[in-house]
């Protein structure tokens, strides 16, 4: 059964740090891309960042380009999240996805999610 | 980046058809997947490529797509199908990049 298991979700104040994590298990962790994906309270879904299997390739939504760093670990079966220059508007669950091994991208997986908060 | 647009609403009675369009740039390339989430839990992918579901969905989940509009169907709704929709594709410029539409809440008469 796949899993994925946020953590690191916290309160921070503006302009801090905080990573997050994603431990995964139930499928061959370093032959898939993963995602982070967010949800501002009430909103909807808003990509945020993508890493390759092996770790080598990375993406970011524009919103967090620069502050925000994806990146893996395949001995530990576990994807992180570096977040720097909080702000308020980066406040939401933070999900993390499995790309599936298609073509098409889809994230076949999703774990339940991290609330980070950030405010004064 | 792209943008993928969303009806914010529909209304669908119990046992009828509704479908949920989404417009994007993104879709003349790529094909959209389809996620549906109900209030506080993470969605779950219910349709992709050019119409594939996986297993557990039921089947009258579908999926279709033309030039940049893809569209999600569900033939015979029932209550257990009310949500939030999402649609998602993959975004030109890199990649990993992608991106979700804006979401439709679809409610069961």
């Known amino acids: 059964e796949v899993q994925l298991l946020e953590s690191g979700g916290d309160l921070v104040q503006p302009g801090g740090s905080l990573r997050l994590s994603c431990a995964a298990s139930?499928?061959?962790?370093?032959?898939?891309?993963v995602s982070w994906v967010r949800q501002a309270p009430g909103k909807g879904l808003e990509w945020v960042s993508s890493i390759s299997g092996s770790g080598g390739s990375t993406d970011y939504a524009d919103s967090v380009k620069g502050r925000f760093t994806i990146s893996r670990d395949n001995s530990k079966n576990t994807l992180y999240l570096q977040m720097n220059s909080l702000r308020a508007e980066d406040t939401a669950v933070y999900y993390c996805?499995?790309?599936?091994?298609?073509?098409?991208?889809?994230?076949?997986?999703w774990g339940q999610g991290t609330l980070v908060s950030v405010s004064s | 980046s792209s943008e993928l647009t969303q009806d914010p609403a529909v209304s669908v009675a119990l046992g009828q058809t509704v479908r949920i369009t989404c417009q994007g740039d993104?879709?003349?390339?790529?094909?959209a997947s389809w996620y549906q989430q109900k209030p506080g839990q993470a969605p779950i992918l219910v349709v992709y490529?050019?119409?594939n579901r996986p297993s557990g969905i039921p089947d009258r989940f579908s999926g279709s797509s033309s030039g940049n509009t893809a569209s999600l169907t569900i033939t015979g709704a029932q209550a257990e199908d009310e949500a939030d929709y999402y649609c998602?594709?993959?975004?030109?410029?890199?990649?990993?990049?992608?991106?979700f539409g804006t979401g439709t809440k679809v409610t069961v008469l």
């Open positions: 998602h594709s993959r975004d030109s410029g890199g990649l990993h990049l992608y991106v």
């Open positions: 490529g050019k119409n």
């Open positions: 993104s879709l003349r390339n790529f094909y």
């Open positions: 996805a499995n790309v599936g091994s298609s073509h098409f991208g889809q994230f076949d997986y």
């Open positions: 139930g499928f061959t962790f370093i032959s898939y891309a």
